[in-house]
């Protein structure tokens, strides 16, 4: 039986990380195929590396590289875990011998508690949360080869990015098998069209007020995999829309406590990844209903036109989220365009029921 160790033998190291290529995992990953021997392969991407590298340099992305690496090495010490640097700001990791659901999603909820980089880190005296995703898939059960392993592992990280990144996700046939995958461009022009779509439904036919606003919450809900979205007028919620996946419906309105917050953080728009970031407002009333209704991530944004407040538009996932300047942009569009279109037809929240 052959170890991942003899495999990284006659190749060179990554210099900045100390950690195997591509080529040795790849090799490993076909004996253990060729062997009959069952793993699953992990694929774990940086949660917005890109934007360190623009903002501090690369001298500072290098830096979170290596912390990353380190705190993923103290995870995998004493495990027979393969792990190397196959990318930019991509790893992957094989755990031979298990390919049970439950067993894997064990490890990688462990695994997710200990990275723990999500709290503040100091480096070359910036102070930042550092988050990754990760999409897994099993062999022989997702594949039988090495390349569709890859490719299905990939969906699976697609769909962590999808669902607001900060997660892990198991490949599963009958959820992800349809998923295409869209280079960074492609999925910018998606969004970007989606979005115009989105644009259409009041500018086209800006006499279907009602209708124009519960499409357009539909269509953008879809689009930024939300669980739920809503308009909250501080009396009662409307214009619901579900995730097809979320059964949860125990949603009611925020009352006078979103307009309290937004007092508080004097802010118009407010989102939060965790209910750690609400404790941080001193508001624990809205940490109390985001308890009750079991929201773990949270946007908010406020709909008014001309000094008339009309409510709050309400995007909520019971996971934590990473809220991208794409998704936070359109939200702020929508609140916008749903408040013209109450403005000059001169109804309010309660009138879309």
């Not at 990688?108 to 070359?124: G, M, P, V």
């Not at 990939?154 to 349809?178: M, P, S, T």
């Not at 501080?234 to 937004?262: A, D, Q, V, W």
Request: neutral net charge.
């Amino acid at each position: 039986m052959k170890t991942f160790k003899m495999f990284c033998k006659k190749y060179q190291q990554d210099t900045l990380t100390g950690l195997p290529l591509r080529a040795p995992l790849e090799n490993y990953a076909n004996y253990l195929i060729e062997n009959n021997i069952p793993f699953t392969y992990f694929i774990l991407d940086i949660d917005n590396f890109k934007n360190y590298n623009d903002t501090y340099g690369h001298h500072f992305g290098d830096e979170v590289l290596k912390l990353v690496v380190s705190k993923i090495n103290s995870i995998c010490k004493n495990k027979n875990i393969a792990f190397s640097r196959v990318g930019g700001d991509e790893f992957a990791l094989i755990l031979e011998n298990e390919i049970n659901y439950d067993e894997v999603h064990k490890f990688a909820t462990k695994f997710s508690l200990e990275f723990n980089l999500n709290k503040t880190n100091t480096i070359l005296g910036n102070s930042i949360s550092i988050t990754r995703t990760m999409g897994c898939s099993r062999f022989p059960l997702d594949s039988d080869n090495y390349e569709d392993l890859m490719i299905t592992a990939d969906k699976a990280l697609y769909r962590g990015k999808q669902k607001g990144r900060n997660c892990f996700i198991i490949y599963v046939k009958e959820k992800h098998e349809k998923l295409q995958l869209l280079s960074a461009n492609d999925s910018k022009v998606n969004i970007d069209q989606k979005v115009q779509e989105i644009i259409n439904y009041f500018t086209l036919h800006p006499a279907k007020s009602a209708d124009n606003i519960k499409e357009a919450i539909y269509a953008i809900g879809s689009l930024f995999s939300i669980d739920h979205i809503c308009l909250d007028d501080e009396k009662s919620i409307y214009c619901n829309y579900y995730h097809p996946l979320n059964s949860e419906r125990n949603y009611k309105t925020f009352e006078n406590n979103l307009h309290g917050l937004s007092i508080v953080l004097n802010k118009q728009d407010f989102y939060f990844s965790s209910k750690d970031e609400i404790k941080t407002a001193i508001f624990p009333a809205y940490t109390a209903k985001l308890r009750s209704q079991k929201i773990l991530a949270q946007g908010i944004f406020k709909i008014s036109v001309s000094n008339h407040f009309y409510g709050y538009l309400r995007t909520e996932n019971k996971t934590s989220r990473i809220w991208q300047h794409e998704a936070i942009s359109a939200f702020k569009v929508l609140s916008a365009l749903i408040g013209l279109s109450l403005y000059y037809n001169n109804l309010e929240i309660k009138d879309l029921q």
